[in-house]
């Protein structure tokens, strides 16, 4: 029987998750994530780091209106955003290909 994705049945005694190469690509994408989780983290626990022990760092004016802690506060924002992109594109280029293989089974 093929199933609707296209992928055929595997027998009953087979589980989808026993495939080594599903198992490998599953830790690739776990490490991946917490890689990028842990980055986040770091960002965002330093910036709150820096607004509890260097108040008068983060209230320098860099212009009128501009503190160093507001321009810090955009960039963990810009970073989050950064982040999310490397992992879409990671995703899109390495994962879902790598996925489509097996799937194939190539």
Do not use: C, H
């Amino acid at each position: 029987m093929i199933y609707p994705s296209g992928a055929p049945e595997r027998s009953a005694g087979t589980s989808p998750i026993s495939d080594a190469r599903l198992q490998a690509l599953a830790a690739r994408r776990w490490k991946t994530a917490i890689w990028l989780t842990g980055a986040m983290v770091a960002i965002y626990f330093g910036f709150i780091a820096l607004i509890a022990f260097q108040k008068p760092l983060m209230g320098r004016l860099l212009a009128r209106g501009l503190s160093v802690g507001i321009l810090s506060g955009a960039l963990v924002i810009v970073s989050a955003w950064l982040l999310t992109w490397v992992y879409v594109r990671w995703a899109n280029t390495r994962y879902d290909e790598e996925l489509a293989r097996i799937i194939r089974n190539d």
